[in-house]
Nanobody
Framework: QVQLVESGGGLVQAGGSLRLSCAAS????????MGWFRQAPGKDREFVAG????????YYAGSVKGRFTISRDNARNTLYLQMNSLKPEDTAVYSC???????????????WGQGTQVTVSS
């Protein structure tokens, strides 16, 4: 079992950067594929980025590719999301999640953090 806690959200101007962190508890963190999702007010939760348990294979939503970078440090049980060139439309609650297989579908992730708010002002 994995417990996840996000941090690093906040308010930033358009064009700025933020780095989100997701601290995991449990000794099996390295066995899970990890993902970042976001949900804006009035919208469905959407996939942002994912990384395989062997951290050499990453994948992104088209809307963030080239601006966001997902990474993980299995020794520190931590997942990261570096967000650059932020836009107002990136405003959302960002959550990390763990899955036993590679997927972009939120319902297939078994474990979730509580989320952290990211607000991008224009």
């Amino acid at each position: 079992q994995v417990q996840l806690v996000e941090s690093g959200g906040g308010l930033v101007q358009a064009g700025g950067s933020l780095r989100l962190s997701c601290a995991a508890s449990g000794r099996t963190f390295s066995s899970y594929h990890m993902g970042w999702f976001r949900q804006a007010p009035g919208k469905d939760r959407e996939f942002v980025a994912g990384i395989r348990w062997i951290a050499g294979d990453t994948y992104y939503a088209g809307s963030v590719k080239g601006r966001f970078t997902i990474s993980r440090d299995n020794a520190r049980n931590t997942l990261y999301l570096q967000m650059n060139s932020l836009k107002p439309e990136d405003t959302a609650v960002y959550s990390c999640a763990a899955s036993s297989w590679v997927t972009r579908i939120a319902s297939e992730y078994a474990y979730w953090g509580q989320g952290t708010q990211v607000t991008v002002s224009s």
